[in-house]
T-cell receptor, first 116, second 113 residues
Framework: GAGVSQSPSNKVTEKGKDVELRCDPI?????LYWYRQSLGQGLEFLIY????????KSGLPSDRFSAERTGGSVSTLTIQRTQQEDSAVYLC??????????????FGPGTRLTVL | AQSVTQLGSHVSVSEGALVLLRCNYS??????LFWYVQYPNQGLQLLLK??????LVKGINGFEAEFKKSETSFHLTKPSAHMSDAAEYFC???????????FGGGTRLMVKP
């Protein structure tokens, strides 16, 4: 079956612009995660959604970052007023059930964001 | 706070040689541990995971890892490296019901012919 897909694969933007990154999880997966991979910070957790529960936003680096998940499926990560330090690869992952600490997270290929 | 340390950001081995990638975690409670591999321009793929069922865990592509509580380690090994093993490897830990992963800094494995 189809894996996790993300779009766009690459995004170049100018400092101060807003960007939206999209994630389509594996069908039927109730948990969705966003991570960021950057040279300076490595792989960091950003936010996680589980079903209809309120998302865990504890990893978001600033209030310029937000995310939503519509209909329990597709998720959009929005970065407002982008800064150069936001340049990174943004990875999305989904798993069948959160709450199961042994659940495997399946990762998408990522969106490479470059802020000029 | 939980943390994961991977010793050696770059490891180089010859084809056919033993692969050993080191991972240590800090924890006051039993963790769940994972190894992921990332090939160039691709997402992360799970190699194996420790879920407390057995301390020696076998994964895909001939990799295995052993959980050693006394050493707080979860090192990844493979008896004989292949050229196709060249990639970046990440150790990760999860403690909570949300299963958010905390990753180590990664180790880039290079395999020489």
């Amino acid at each position: 079956g189809a894996g996790v897909s993300q779009s766009p694969s690459n995004k170049v933007t100018e400092k101060g612009k807003d960007v939206e990154l999209r994630c389509d999880p594996i069908s039927g997966h109730t948990a969705l995660y966003w991570y960021r991979q950057s040279l300076g910070q490595g792989l960091e957790f950003l936010i996680y959604f589980q079903g209809n529960s309120a998302p865990d936003k504890s990893g978001l680096p600033s209030d310029r970052f937000s995310a939503e998940r519509t209909g329990g499926s597709v998720s959009t990560l929005t970065i407002q007023r982008t800064q150069q330090e936001d340049s990174a690869v943004y990875l999305c992952a989904s798993s069948l059930l959160a709450g199961g600490v042994t659940d495997t997270q399946y990762f998408g290929p990522g969106t490479r964001l470059t802020v000029l | 706070a939980q943390s994961v340390t991977q010793l050696g950001s770059h490891v180089s081995v010859s084809e056919g040689a033993l692969v050993l990638l080191r991972c240590n975690y800090s924890s006051s409670v039993p963790p769940y541990l994972f190894w992921y591999v990332q090939y160039p321009n691709q997402g992360l793929q799970l190699l194996l995971k420790y879920t407390s069922a057995a301390t020696l865990v076998k994964g895909i592509n001939g990799f295995e890892a052993e959980f050693k509580k006394s050493e707080t380690s979860f090192h990844l090994t493979k008896p004989s490296a292949h050229m196709s093993d060249a990639a970046e490897y990440f150790c990760a830990v999860s403690y909570n019901a949300g299963n958010m992963l905390t990753f180590g800094g990664g180790t880039r494995l290079m395999v020489k012919p």
